[in-house]
């Protein structure tokens, strides 16, 4: 639909003659009477008048820009039009009583007062046949998964009010023990490390980041599952309770001392990264957690941490011991603590990994090779895992609400940095956790780079068929960001889908359109749907309204009959070579560009053409400018609305439509006397009506 809003500030008369209104243009026509030569009749000057106040009408509001042809070419004509003119005589001027005839018939069509066409209805324009993409994929009916099926919620038992607490997680197929090669070692006592007990007031870490990171350890040795790792907490007679954790995976002594010396660093699956955690853990616990050693232990070698007095800072630091042992099966870590809160938060971390009885991971909606979805009830607290390890969501372990999404391996550090893998995640990291999952490589095709994503078509479609809740445009929350940011790969239209005819993509539309179609059973997705081949609002619906439509009074009725007659008149001109049959039997609307609706972007407008692919299919006009209006210039804001259909107001296109459109009328009323005499009788009309 073309845009042609236009800011008339009429001044001027209209074919000739005035209303009471046009008297103060008095002094424009008596300009171009001066002009005049005194040879011509009365009836020439009349014509005269006539001829220029239009032309210079159309050269103002239409805009034409050249100068050459507006002194040149324009005058010609003029000079052409008073040659015509010449051949009238005064006698020849319509008798009364067929003016009155004219008069009494034009009243009567007016009081009738049928315009032919539905007022409160503008007409559809824009709309366009959906496009058919013989690789469409057909949308799947269902992609929900049964992986995983086998998975039972996992019964853990409540804490002792004395501490007590003794759970082993089930012994399952799914458990890959990790055993390193022994190493011979050296032991040491009281080895200090350049760790103070005050760096720990640095750390700033929570019992959750404590049971999580200790946690971590056992879920990697068991090949990142937490089945098969038992938890015993046995009271003790001074007030505290023994915590014993222990799994079947082994491990060397110098990943439990040394920073950076983890082996997962490297290892996308496991949960990891540097073994900052472990010795980070033992710190908290010493300083926090009431406990005077933190033991580890693994296969022939046995550690333990503690405070010791340093003499160069007087402080105290972190030291070890560290011993060899008869070899054991597996690995443990032991402390006592007096922080029963510590107690609950290691029972609560058991369903922050997967194990076989951690229902997040249950039938997922979606799954691939790199990550899982999971939907849930609104309002259920979900998760976000990854290498199967649950992160904080806005600083809480269940913040992530409605959905389970679970990354199989760590992403490239370019899209989540987990070098220090305690981050809470936020909108921020959803969106670039969906570039990850979407990424793109460049292939060399012909010497030239072609964009390729590495999520398969037939992947992507099951990933939108599964997301299915989030397609609605309402749609909120941080699941619906991470959705949209997955949409939004397909901006190049490499995939293309089926969808139900009810299904339209959102364009710009106003509220009351939406509304309106989704209580006809259309529903309303997100706009990069239309990427996809799924149709907009624009091209469903069309532009069937840019304004609000105005009912009009029955005064306003008359006037719109009253331009609509005038119309009529011109086809004797205007029909075929400017504007077909239809185009001349225009349907007019009227607006408020006071409204609150149109307040800012309409404002100024006072009429706007309804353009469709060059057809003009009738205008807007403000009510109350049809209200105080002269019959000339609503007149001549018809025909320029009309003539819009060759291009807007600053086109070249439509100032020569204009520019022909009048003077076809020009020519028409000079050589036709009932044609003249039919539009001062609808004038007359129109200044009886009144504003």
């Known amino acids: 639909m073309k845009i042609s809003p236009i800011r008339y500030n009429y001044n001027q008369s209209f074919l000739g003659f005035r209303s009471e209104k046009d008297n103060e243009n008095k002094g424009f026509v008596d300009t171009i009477n001066s002009k005049i030569p005194t040879s011509f009749t009365r009836t020439q000057v009349a014509g005269s008048v006539l001829f220029a106040v239009f032309v210079g009408m159309g050269l103002r509001h239409g805009k034409i820009k050249s100068e050459k042809y507006k002194n040149l070419k ?11 003119f010449s051949n009238f005589i005064e006698n020849s001027l319509t008798p009364k009583d067929l003016r009155e005839k004219i008069y009494e018939k034009f009243s009567q069509k007016i009081a009738e007062g049928n315009l032919g066409y539905d007022v409160s209805s503008p007409p559809v324009t824009g709309l366009e046949k959906p496009k058919v993409y013989p690789d469409a994929f057909d949308l799947p009916k269902d992609v929900k998964t049964n992986n995983r099926s086998f998975i039972k919620e996992l019964s853990i038992p409540e804490i002792g009010r004395d501490g007590s607490f003794d759970f082993n997680l089930p012994w399952t197929s799914q458990i890959k023990v990790v055993q390193a090669e022994r ?50 907490f046995e009271p003790l007679q001074n007030g505290k309770v023994r915590v014993k954790i222990s ?6 002594p110098d990943k439990a001392i040394y920073l950076g010396e983890s082996t997962k660093r490297d290892d996308a699956s496991a949960a990891g990264n540097y073994g900052e955690g472990l010795k980070m853990s033992a710190l908290k616990l010493l300083k926090d957690s009431g406990t005077d050693n933190v033991k580890f232990a693994s296969d022939n070698w046995q550690l333990n941490y503690k405070f010791q007095e340093d003499s160069l800072l007087g402080k105290r630091v972190l030291a070890y011991d560290l011993d060899e042992i008869t070899p054991i099966h597996g690995n443990y870590l032991e402390f006592e603590t007096s922080d029963k809160s510590l107690l609950e938060t290691f029972r609560k971390s058991i369903n922050r990994f997967y194990h076989s009885g951690n229902e997040h991971f249950k039938s997922p909606d979606f799954e691939n090779d790199l990550l899982g979805i999971k939907l849930l009830p609104e309002g259920e607290k979900g998760a976000i895992y990854i290498a199967g390890q649950r992160f904080e969501y806005n600083d809480d372990y269940d913040g992530f609400p409605s959905a389970v999404i679970f990354l199989k391996e760590k992403p490239e550090a370019r899209y989540l940095n987990l070098s220090r893998d305690r981050i809470s995640l936020s909108e921020n990291n959803l969106e670039n956790i969906a570039r990850w999952f979407t990424r793109t490589s460049y292939d060399n095709q012909n010497g030239k780079m072609v964009r ?10 099951k990933f939108l068929r599964a997301m299915d809740k989030y397609w609605d445009l309402t749609k909120q929350g941080p699941m619906n960001t991470f959705f949209n940011a997955v949409l939004a790969m397909n901006y190049d239209s490499a995939i293309h889908i089926k969808f139900p005819k009810n299904y339209v993509a959102y364009s710009p539309a106003s509220q009351e359109v939406v509304t309106d179609l989704i209580s006809k059973g259309i529903r309303v997705c997100k706009a990069d749907f239309s990427y996809y081949g799924m149709p907009t609002i624009r091209q469903f619906v069309g532009n069937a309204r840019s304004h609000a439509v105005v009912s009009p009074s029955e005064n306003q009725k008359k006037k719109i009959l009253i331009l609509k007659e005038a119309i009529n008149v011109f086809k004797k001109s205007l029909k075929d070579k400017h504007f077909t049959e239809s185009e001349l039997n225009t349907k007019i609307f009227l607006f408020d560009n006071k409204s609150e609706k149109e307040k800012g972007l309409y404002n100024n407008v006072l009429a706007e053409a309804i353009i469709d692919n060059e057809v003009s299919k009738g205008f807007w006009i403000d009510s109350d400018y049809l209200d105080k209006a002269s019959f000339s210039e609503a007149l001549e804001t018809a025909l320029h609305e009309l003539s819009h259909k060759a291009g807007g107001d600053e086109s070249e296109e439509f100032s020569y439509k204009l520019t022909n459109v009048n003077k076809a009328v020009i020519g028409q009323i000079v050589e036709d006397v009932q044609s003249r005499t039919e539009i001062q009788s609808l004038n007359k009309l129109w200044d009886e009506i009144g504003s």
């Not at 390729?452 to 479609?461: G, T």
Request: aromatic share 10%; net charge neutral.
């Open 74 to 84: 324009l005058s010609e004509e003029l000079e052409h039009a008073k040659n015509k």
């Open 452 to 461: 390729k994503c590495m999520l398969p078509k037939s992947e992507a479609v």
């Open 183 to 232: 190493k011979s070692f050296t032991p040491v006592h009281n080895c200090k490390t350049s760790i103070t007990e005050s760096y720990s007031e640095s750390v700033k870490w929570t019992n959750d980041k404590i049971a999580r990171d200790i946690l971590q350890n056992f879920y990697d040795g068991h090949g990142q599952t937490l089945d098969g790792v038992k938890f015993k």
């Open 247 to 252: 799994g079947d995976g082994t491990y060397t």
